[in-house]
């Protein structure tokens, strides 16, 4: 079931004993047991067709399961950078060479935008490929960065690093933009070009052929209850075919990791590894404000051993608005720490509380991102479709950029498609195209050359030095070097496996949040607008769903209720008998994916929600 | 419909750039009263308005992909939009339901985010027509409709004569989904576009808003532990 090879013996012991032991008798020395547990009776957490399959169940009997049936040339999945990238390139090309394509995008938030989170300074080289006349196009890329600073804090001081030019955080000519904005903006050109954009449908299920490529998606169904009976107002999604789907989710997408698997995508790579971003905005004094000016720290509150930082932008956009974020890596050891704790407790530090005293926290968000780079990268096409964008994962990691790969990637898929896509004869072996064209023109991009060069940045982390040693090793091969060493770094393996048990490491102590500068979870949740019609089967899948409470809970103390920025998980006290129970508030996830990720259990598996649910980001 | 709300620096609004703005949850239920009467043959034709900027002809687009067959868009924008309010809509819903010769005007009972509950009962004022407004169950009989209302006290019935107002509460129905299939042929259907003026509708506000704030913070209360401590607490702050 699970490869024994990502496992650590502990975990291998507990999978496998937990198999055996169906009463009370665990033998004790293995792991810290509740005796009451596997004895009390759970309610049932999970009630998903995809865990449930439909067919088999009695309460679907007779109900029309038949699909409406379009199609279309292009289907793009994912309506971000990438996908609106990709979507506007082949309508550019189209309207060059006076052919006639139909691209249709569809985007499970219900307006383009609402999904999207980033810091963002965003380096422009892809935008000015895509548009060059973006300034007069209106663009909303307002503030050019003016000040870039880099501090290492401890937990009262702050040591500055000088942003020597070459060094890759270097932010000279990149604006400071609000992603969301940019990405709504990025849709009204491609809605100009003719892309039929369908924000508020989630692809839900890809399609094959008969010969195994891929034919399309279908959008979500509706109208399911909680329980995973049908409602009245029950309606099968649709489905889109096409001769190519693109696949742009970001950050490990559901339906991606699903077409790992069918065509062994990932045999070659490192498994990817990811960090998970918070943010807020604030308006602040106006005395304080610096537009133009980025600031990104390294250090306290994180231990040397726990990658991570944080980024403070001041936007230019008329009132004085900064973003700001804290991101922490996903493979940290310790069970207790909690990346969102972490980030409320760094905005105290005195540099950083002096910028935000007196003003005003008006938004909040979170989700995952890529960590892996270069020997993360997966193979990218598959008949029928290619993966673009965050979703296989260019993003430069000590840049902390993608969103320029994410576009050119989106743009170099396009320039490879239409060629096929618009022959008389397409001339394929398969029903949906498959198109290798794409992965050979990414490689002699100045994507890879990018990628290429900065790979070893963040596995030097890796090391009893940790931070120090990363940044050292920086410093060396990067900025002098250029990254021309014959070696590449490995990573430390999956995510999900770096966790500890949790009698092996000591629980943080957070301060309470004081309500001005630092905010408990559930306010915080409330400003990012999620919500989710109530009466669906939460979409947080559990594969078993006895495993959190004997897995989670018992070895790592239930790292889900730390490391979801946005309250989903909570393991609460049964209402009869003794133990607990894990509680899965669905309708407070923000689609940040850390769960999936970071489960240690691998128990968890993140499905899309009915379209339009999810949180409603207002320029993240 | 969960965003968060935010009023503008000069308090003379709430921030609605950016913000996702979606059909009335009541007028959800209205439109889907009008196609669910539609397909019981009681009325032939749903035709959907809305006044707005150009943005409101995706919510009518969600309308024709509920079942109406037709949209009308009203285009308010700017200044005008800003300042309109319940007695401008009711006066273009009067004169576009005696241009349609329409036999019913369905609405929701209320905005939710003015929660005004003014714009049927003036639309049928200005019409002179009878209202059945908060309605939980409608029938049609004839040249006759059933209301039932919902009132404080409970559940009143009434017979109206059609044309009518109708405004629909809560429980009328649960509104069914604008699925894609439906999203995509509703790009076919029309929509038909035009201004107040077009139909001889001032839009100057009678009302002006002043300035808007948020709610004062809710202070923290303080337990006491004798009565004369209360009395004290009371004398202290000047309330007695």
Known sequence: MFPASRYSIQAQRCIRALKTVQAEHAPPQHYTWRRNCSSAVMPRITSHYTIFPRDKDPRWEGVEMERFADEADVVIVGGGPAGLSAAIRLKQLAKEQEKELRVCLVEKASQIGAHTLSGACLEPSALNELFPDWKERGA??????????????????RIPVPMLPGLPMNNHGNYIVRLGHFVHWLGEQAEELGVEIYPGYAAAEVLFHEDGSVKGIAT?????????????????????????????????????????????????????????????????DEKKWRPGRVEHSVG???????????????????????????????????????????????????????????????????????????????????????????????????????????????????EAIFPKVTAEDPASETAGLHIPEYEDNLKKSWIWKELYAVRNIRPSFHNYFGLYGGMVYTGVFYWILRGKEPWTLKHAGLDSAQLKPAKECTPIEYPKPDGKLSFDLLSSVALSGTNHEGDQPPHLTLKDDSIPVANNLAIYDGPEQRFCPAGVYEYVPLETGEGMRLQINAQNCVHCKTCDIKDPSQNINWVVPEGSGGPAYNGL | YIVTIRVKPDHSGVVTDGVKHSMNPFCEIAVEEAV??????????????????????????????????????????????EA?????????????????????????????????????????????????????????????????????????????????????????????????????????????????????????????????????????????????????????????
């Not at chain 1, 909303?140 to 001081?157: A, R």
């Not at chain 1, 399911?224 to 742009?248: C, N, Q, W």
């Not at chain 2, 949209?71 to 308010?76: A, R, S, T, Y």
Request: hydrophobic share 40%.
């Open chain 1, 300 to 414: 306290w509150p994180l231990n040397r051993n726990t990658y991570g930082g944080s980024f403070l932008y001041h936007l230019n956009e008329g009132e004085p608005l900064v973003a700001l974020g804290f991101v922490v890596g996903l493979d940290y050891t310790n069970p207790y720490l909690s990346p969102f704790r972490e980030f409320q407790r760094w905005k105290h530090h005195p540099f950083v509380a002096k910028t935000l005293e007196g003003g005003d926290r008006i938004a909040y968000g979170a989700r995952a991102l890529n960590e892996g780079g270069y020997q993360c990268l997966p193979k990218v096409t598959f008949p029928g479709g290619m993966l673009i964008g965050c979703s296989p994962g260019f993003m430069n990691v000590p840049k902390i950029k993608g969103t320029h790969t994410a576009m050119k990637s989106g743009m170099l898929a396009a």
């Open chain 1, 220 to 284: 979500n169904d509706v109208g399911i209850a909680k329980d995973g009976s049908p409602k009245d107002v029950f309606e099968r999604g649709m489905e889109l075919h096409a001769k190519v789907t693109l696949f742009g989710e970001g950050c490990h997408g559901h339906l991606a990791k699903q077409l790992y698997r069918q065509f062994n995508l990932r045999e070659n790579c490192e498994p990817q590894t990811y960090a998970i971003g918070l943010k807020e905005l604030w308006v602040i």
């Open chain 2, 36 to 81: 669910k009467l539609k397909e019981k043959k009681f009325i032939k034709e749903v035709v959907a308005v809305s006044c707005g900027p150009t943005q409101v002809t995706e919510t009518i687009r969600t309308a024709l992909a509920m079942g109406c067959d037709r949209g009308i868009h009203v285009e308010v924008s700017g200044k005008d939009y």
């Open chain 2, 84 to 240: 309109m309010g319940p007695l401008q809509i009711a006066k273009i819903f009067a004169a576009l339901a005696k241009k349609e010769e329409a036999s019913l005007v369905i609405l929701g009972k209320q905005a939710i985010d003015d929660d005004c509950n003014q714009t049927g009962q003036m639309t049928a004022a200005l019409l002179d027509w009878p209202q059945g407004t908060f309605a939980s169950e409608v029938t049609i009989d004839g040249e006759k409709v059933k209301v039932v209302r919902e009132i404080d006290g409970g559940l009143e019935t009434i017979k109206i004569s059609m044309p009518a107002v109708l405004t629909a509460d809560l429980r009328l129905n649960t509104p069914r989904y604008a699925t894609l299939p439906n999203i995509m042929k509703a790009k076919k259907k029309k929509i038909a576009n035009m201004k107040p003026a077009d139909l001889g509708v001032d839009m100057v506000s009678r009302v002006e808003v002043l300035r808007v704030d948020e709610p004062p913070t809710r202070l923290a209360g303080v337990k006491v532990e004798t009565v004369d401590d209360l009395v004290a607490k009371l004398k202290a702050n000047g309330t007695i």
């Open chain 1, 140 to 157: 909303p890329l307002n503030t050019p960065v003016t000040e870039d600073l880099f501090s290492i804090l401890t937990e009262k001081y």
